[in-house]
């Protein structure tokens, strides 16, 4: 008896993926260590993050401070940038906070050797207030 092919395509209460994109977030990724850490505004920005995904910018998907204070507070998106960041989710290869354009990230995945001795990650540099001003 053969085996019957599965039907993968959008069910109705997915909606529509526009020329057949979607999202993918796997189980592995979410019974990770690194992902059960994550706060609910981190998994949230994820989310966003994937949607600028079109399989050619895995190493270039720009998000701006004002992007992110649409989704959320100032300070939870600073928040759960760094936590995508600290976790193995996202890296970040340009910043551009001081020149005021869109910072530049790619996706990372050390979050599968979160708490490990293979798990290297490089945190974002934070600015930090002049007292004096």
Do not use: C, Y
């Given at each position: 008896m053969a085996k019957k092919k599965r039907d993968y395509?959008?069910?109705?209460?997915?909606?529509?993926g526009i020329n057949g994109k979607h999202l993918r977030i796997t189980d592995s990724?979410?019974?990770?260590?690194?992902?059960?850490?994550?706060?609910?505004?981190?998994?949230v920005l994820y989310v966003y993050f994937?949607?600028?995904?079109?399989y050619s910018n895995e190493?270039?998907?720009s998000f701006t401070y004002k992007e992110g204070t649409q989704l959320m507070k100032g300070d939870t998106f600073?928040?759960?940038?760094?936590?995508?960041?600290?976790?193995?989710?996202?890296?970040?290869l340009q910043s551009g906070w001081s020149n005021r354009t869109a910072s530049i990230y790619?996706?990372?995945?050390?979050w599968k050797y979160y708490g490990t001795k293979?798990?290297?990650v490089i945190s974002r540099v934070k600015r930090t207030k002049n007292k004096d001003n």
């Open positions: 395509k959008f069910r109705p209460f997915e909606g529509v990724m979410m019974d990770s260590t690194a992902w059960q850490e994550l706060s609910p505004h981190a998994i994937k949607k600028k995904f079109n190493d270039n998907i600073t928040k759960s940038l760094d936590q995508l960041i600290d976790l193995g989710f996202i890296k970040i790619g996706f990372n995945d050390q293979d798990f290297h």
